[in-house]
């Protein structure tokens, strides 16, 4: 016998004993199961997948993690198999590592994922966000700031939209007055004063910070003002 929720059931009548009357359902208990998750995500655009550059680092909001397949990167590392990363068109790469990634120019990158074949390198804004580093990007800049709102590091809209960074490369062997003297002409005799200030905000992709040139004159710059 059917007997729907908001009917008036008689006990009296002998069809409705205890018998026939129909028991109220129990609910299933729901119990949390853990499922351990060994796999992370990566939205970046493809196009810095196919990246040919190791000294470009590409910044991505979809990024779970630190990312880079340049084992010479780290600064400490330790092998070992930590599932795989899904791509944005759904391949996957494997983690074989996990450590510290230290690069002139770029924050120290913690829990960085050292994963086989990945030719781009990837930055995950959300963990910047939690080491206490803020983003800020514009239509052709992105700036990391410090936690206390000093700009750190200043990167690039490429010719792909992806924004980027570009470690520096450190040369022990040229002294500080020799490369302010390079840069000055690299760049068509730019005055010493404006190409310090050029290279302490980070202004062009590239240039180092600057000291001060020892006497602070350029020969060729004299003699073209003479003519």
């Known amino acids: ?8 059931v008689d006990l009296h009548d002998p069809r409705n004993s205890r018998a026939h009357v129909p028991k109220a359902t129990k609910k299933a208990k729901i119990v949390a199961k853990w499922i351990r998750k060994n796999e992370n995500v990566c939205h970046v655009a493809q ?6 550059s190791s000294n470009f680092w590409y910044l ?8 880079t397949g340049n084992k010479s990167f780290f600064e400490t590392l330790v092998m070992e198999e930590g599932g795989n990363v899904t791509f944005g068109d759904g391949s996957k790469r494997n983690v074989v590592g996990k450590g510290t990634i230290s690069v002139p120019g770029l924050p120290s990158l913690s829990n960085a994922l050292f994963v086989d074949g990945l030719k781009a390198n990837l930055i995950s804004i959300s963990h910047l966000s939690d080491e206490g580093y803020s983003v800020l990007f514009s239509k052709d800049y992105c700036s990391i700031l410090k936690p206390d709102g000093q700009t750190l590091l200043k990167g690039m809209r490429s010719s792909d939209n992806c924004y980027c960074l570009e470690a520096r490369i450190v040369s022990n062997h040229v002294s500080m007055d020799e490369q302010i003297e390079l840069w000055h002409e690299r760049l068509g005799h730019m005055n010493f004063r404006d190409l310090r200030t050029l290279g302490k905000f980070n202004c062009v992709r590239g240039l180092p910070k600057l000291g001060k ?4 004159i350029c020969g060729p710059c004299q003699q073209g003002k003479q003519t």
């Open 47 to 52: 196009i810095a997948l196919k990246a040919n």
């Open 213 to 216: 040139k020892a006497n602070g």
């Open 1 to 8: 016998m059917h007997v729907s929720r908001n009917e008036n």
């Open 60 to 67: 991505d909001s979809g990024c779970s993690r630190h990312m």
